[in-house]
């Protein structure tokens, strides 16, 4: 007999208390009994997929407003995994009867449209699963559904509908040119096209009605943020031909909503970008789409776009909810610096001055909110600052808009950034404790014109400027802050940087001379200067020279691997919290590379290596929640028994076979 809606409402209900998770079963006393709950409840809910209409009673419970919100939220998780796991098999056919599959695609649409914004999140992933299989040739109908439901007047039916479009249509973006994608493409454009078109211009007029009413005026621009984002999606891969024929009017619309503002929409928050900077950032990601794809189109507009970009970009506050929308503003000034007869506009001394004045330099200036993160949260500080990581900063995005100033009028840029370079240590000499922050401008601005083209992951900057000399600025402003005790924290961090950045170039020679140093600053009390020290040593023992003979020949580590690792092990391990101990994944990853280095040298230290590993995943394994940590975490094991494996064999097995046989029993091998 099928489950209730009310029975099964009351297992995913007692499915929300954390006492009761598989992760709290682990950790519980078993007499308590609040362990089993979760367990009875799981497998209670799991027995009932297979029955028919099992998906139409979790989309009623999340459709009902008798249940608590929680429950509901509960209920379109279960949902969205139900439809991953269960809509198709691997050959595409329906693994679900077809009055359900039918029944399913006639609700959700209905369902998604009036339900609260973070189960719309949920509801949208099954969505797009399903569309994934479907769409659109076992689903037709869906565009003229989605039509048939936009209105004249309700701001909330419609901004759903367009949620729901925009979840199926940006599954485009990423995808490579086929004549099935553009099949599915014109499928959309010639139901879709007309209508949103219509909806915009609605919309706009509706804004222009309703600029003093607070609560409209932000539900509007809920919608328009949904419907700039649909621009992109339905641009992404070719200018459709209506938004072509109707090309000057969008731009105008675009324009419009760069430059407008309204005290009413104005958030409290310093942190969190509210509805015009979302409106404005989606803007910018627009323009860069069309003058990268669509330029000859779209040229006679870009004027206005680059001279209102210029505008915001040097009248905007440096609030940390404007991050975002300065990092696209700049991505778009990038992409027409790409564009040699619109970059003449930048090819004078005084506007390259105005630019590093008024755009750069701010933008790459380290603010209290930064100096904040690098000291509270000093993980997300690396995250957001080191290479590769940092593509929202503001600094990131500078940096890119300089660099492409420079690839276009190389001697011109270097001249006129590094007097700004000289100009802040000069500044910084006045006063070295008090100025610091002019110290570190002027590294990364250094370091932005001298570094050519894209620095990769594995090797870092692998073509600098000729008309700079990295190993001069090196030795006469960073070398000396490596060793110096005074100095500010950030500053040893800009040290270990540059060394990090340019470790192609530096000489094998150069490499022995600062390596200790760089370990030596594994013993720094500062998180971040302790984990730049990491990164930068395990780069460092990645390097190979032209022969593929390691940079840092392995004899001249070994004898360094136990207090080494031993050290590391214990910055890992500092707190005992799953979270905290794998919370930091260069240390890890440094581990991981010692191992691989010195190879069967670590068999004389096995216990001592085996016993910290051990530990970790014991601690970890009841909660992984950090992905790049225990992938680093199992290759750093996986050194061991390669390399200790052949004369350890007993003692691994010993050692690991406990730990391996509680995660396999606890079915917690899916989390990893």
Not at 110 to 124: D, E, H
Not at 372 to 390: A, H, K, N, S, V
Not at 437 to 446: E, M, P, Q
């Amino acid at each position: 007999m099928p489950i209730q809606t009310t029975s099964l409402a009351q297992l995913l209900e007692a499915s929300l208390d954390p006492r009761h998770n598989k992760q709290g079963k682990l950790k519980t006393d078993p007499a308590s009994g609040r362990a089993k709950l979760i367990e009875v409840a799981e497998l209670s809910i799991r027995s009932e997929e297979s029955k028919p209409g099992f998906a139409l009673l979790l989309l009623q419970i999340t459709a009902s407003e008798s249940f608590p919100y929680n429950t509901r939220l509960a209920s379109a998780l279960f949902f969205k995994n139900f439809i991953s796991r269960n809509w198709t098999d691997e050959n595409g056919n329906y693994k679900l009867s077809s009055e359900d599959v039918q029944a399913i695609k006639t609700e959700i649409i209905g369902l998604m449209v009036v339900v609260p914004s973070k189960i719309q999140a949920q509801l949208g992933e099954a969505i797009s699963v399903i569309a994934d299989s479907d769409f659109w040739e076992r689903w037709p109908t869906l565009v003229d559904d989605l039509v048939s439901r936009l209105t004249n007047d309700n701001i909330t039916v419609n901004t759903g509908i367009l949620l729901v479009a925009h979840t199926i249509f940006r599954r485009w973006r990423p995808l490579f040119r086929s004549d099935a994608l553009y099949t599915e493409i014109n499928h959309v454009l010639g139901k879709f096209s007309q209508p949103y078109l219509a909806l915009w211009q609605s919309l706009d007029v509706y804004i222009d009605n309703n600029k003093s009413e607070k609560t409209a005026l932000a539900q509007a621009f809920g919608e328009l943020d949904v419907i700039i984002q649909l621009l992109f999606d339905l641009s992404c891969q070719d200018l459709p031909p209506v938004f072509e024929d109707n090309l000057k009017s969008i731009a105008g619309l675009l324009h419009k909503y760069l430059m407008y503002d309204n005290e009413i929409l104005h958030t409290d928050t310093e942190d969190e970008a509210g509805p015009l900077e979302n409106v404005k950032a989606n803007v910018f990601e627009v323009l860069v789409l069309y003058v990268q794809k669509y330029y000859d189109a779209f040229q006679e507009q870009v004027k206005n776009f680059v001279g209102s970009s210029w505008n915001l970009l040097t009248t905007v506050s440096l609030e940390t909810k404007n991050d975002i929308l300065v990092s696209k503003a700049l991505g778009f000034l990038t992409s027409i610096a790409r564009i040699n007869e619109e970059a003449k506009a930048f090819e004078d001394q005084s506007t390259l001055n105005q630019i590093v004045e008024k755009v750069i330099l701010p933008n790459i200036s380290l603010r209290d909110s930064d100096i904040e993160m690098f000291e509270d949260e000093p993980i997300e500080y690396i995250r957001r600052d080191l290479e590769g990581f940092d593509s929202e900063t503001r600094r990131r995005a500078a940096t890119d808009f300089l660099r492409q100033l420079m690839t276009q009028f190389e001697e011109l840029s270097t001249r006129v950034v590094m007097g700004y370079v000289e100009k802040y240590l000069q500044h910084y000499q006045t006063s070295p404790s008090d100025n610091w922050r002019s110290k570190d401008i002027s590294v990364y601005l250094f370091c932005s014109i001298a570094a050519k083209g894209i620095p990769t992951a594995s090797h870092g900057v692998m073509q600098t400027n000729s008309l700079t000399d990295i190993g001069r600025f090196f030795q006469e402003n960073l070398a000396g802050d490596l060793a110096s005790d005074t100095v500010h924290p950030l500053l040893k961090v800009d040290a270990i940087k540059y060394l990090y950045l340019f470790r192609s170039l530096i000489t094998k020679e150069q490499w022995q001379q600062v390596l200790p140093a760089l370990v030596n600053h594994l013993g720094n009390s500062n998180y971040v200067v302790y984990t730049y020290a990491a990164i930068a040593v395990e780069r460092t023992l990645y390097l190979t020279d032209e022969s593929s003979k390691p940079i840092i020949d392995p004899t001249a580590i070994t004898p360094l691997s136990k207090d080494l690792l031993v050290h590391i092990f214990s910055l890992i391990e500092k707190e005992s919290s799953p979270q905290k101990i794998q919370e930091n994944e260069f240390l890890i990853r440094c581990v991981m590379r010692v191992l691989i280095v010195i190879k069967e040298a670590i068999i004389p230290y096995t216990d001592i290596v085996l016993g910290h590993l051990v530990s970790i995943l014991n601690v970890i394994y009841a909660n992984p929640s950090n992905p790049r940590f225990y992938y680093y975490f199992f290759e750093a094991l996986g050194a061991l028994i390669r390399y200790a494996g052949p004369t350890e064999c007993a003692k691994l097995q010993e050692a690991l076979f406990g730990p391996f046989v509680t995660i396999l029993q606890n079915n917690v091998e899916g989390r990893f």
